[in-house]
C-alpha cells in the first residue's frame, strides 16, 4: 500500500478564513511533507516533518502553520491567505531508509483564496 | 542556491520516435528520482536512481543518472500517445531531507 489520503480535494476560502488541509499515511514512513505548486510549475518545498518533528521550513510564511499531531498525520492550518496562495497542495511521504527519499504523494488539495 | 534543470521544457514528438530528456543539477546527490503528472493530477514515480551508473528501464522508459556530470536522463523509446505527460526529475541533496524539483518537461506525442 503506497497510499497517501489528502482531504479536502478542493478548498474555497475567503481571505479572513481559517482551514485546514490534512494528509495521512500508513506506510510507516518517517518523512511527511508539504509541496505547493502553481500551474506549469513544479512544486515546491515548503515543509518537512521528520520523526514527528518539524525539520525544514523553506521560508514559508507564517500564514500557512503546519502541525504533525503524530507519524500518520500532517496538517496544514491556513489563516489570512492572499489569492496568490491559490494553487496544488501536495502531501508527500517517504521511508528514509538509508537515505532513499522516494517521496509517494497525495492527489492533492485544489486551493482558491478569492 | 541548488538548481535542478531539465532540456527540454516542452517536447512535441511523432508516435513511434524516440528522444531524450535531460536533468542537470548543481548540487552533491547520489540519488535521483523521475516522476510524472498527467494534467491536474498528482505525481506518479517512475524510477528511483541510487548510485553512479545506475540504470533503470519500465516499458518504453529508461533512465539513467551519471553523479559525476551532475547529470540524469529519460530516454523514450518509439513514443506513444499515452506518454503525453510532464515529466519531473528531482533531486535529494547530501545531508538533507530535502527532495527538489527540476522545471519540468511537457511531453506531447502526436499520431
Known amino acids: 500500500d503506497t497510499e497517501v489520503t489528502q482531504t479536502p480535494k478542493h478548498l474555497v476560502m475567503g481571505m479572513t478564513n481559517k482551514k485546514s488541509l490534512k494528509c495521512e499515511q500508513h506506510m510507516g514512513h518517517r518523512a511527511m511533507y508539504w509541496y505547493k505548486q502553481k500551474a506549469k510549475k513544479p512544486p515546491e518545498l515548503m515543509f518537512v516533518y521528520s520523526y514527528e518533528k518539524l525539520s525544514i521550513n523553506e521560508s514559508v510564511p507564517s500564514r500557512f502553520s503546519p502541525e504533525c499531531p503524530n507519524s500518520s498525520l500532517l496538517n496544514l492550518h491556513l489563516h489570512a491567505l492572499q489569492p496568490e496562495d491559490s494553487a496544488l497542495y501536495l502531501c508527500?511521504?517517504?521511508?528514509?531508509?538509508?537515505?532513499?527519499?522516494?517521496?509517494?504523494f497525495g492527489q492533492g488539495t485544489r486551493l482558491t483564496v478569492v | 542556491e541548488l538548481k535542478v534543470e531539465q532540456n527540454p521544457l516542452f517536447l512535441s514528438m511523432q508516435e513511434g520516435k524516440n528522444y531524450t530528456i535531460y536533468c542537470n543539477y548543481s548540487t552533491t546527490s547520489d540519488r535521483l528520482y523521475w516522476y510524472r503528472q498527467d494534467p491536474g493530477k498528482s505525481l506518479e514515480s517512475l524510477f528511483v536512481?541510487?548510485?553512479?551508473?545506475a540504470v533503470k528501464q519500465e516499458g518504453r522508459l529508461m533512465a539513467s543518472l551519471d553523479t559525476k556530470a551532475r547529470l540524469s536522463t529519460l530516454h523514450i523509446t518509439a513514443a506513444v500517445h499515452d506518454l503525453s505527460a510532464t515529466y519531473f526529475c528531482a533531486v535529494d541533496p547530501r545531508d538533507t531531507d530535502k527532495l527538489i524539483f527540476g522545471t519540468g518537461t511537457r511531453l506531447q506525442v502526436f499520431p
Open positions: 508527500a511521504s517517504s521511508q528514509e531508509d538509508r537515505g532513499l527519499t522516494e517521496a509517494f
Open positions: 536512481l541510487l548510485s553512479n551508473g
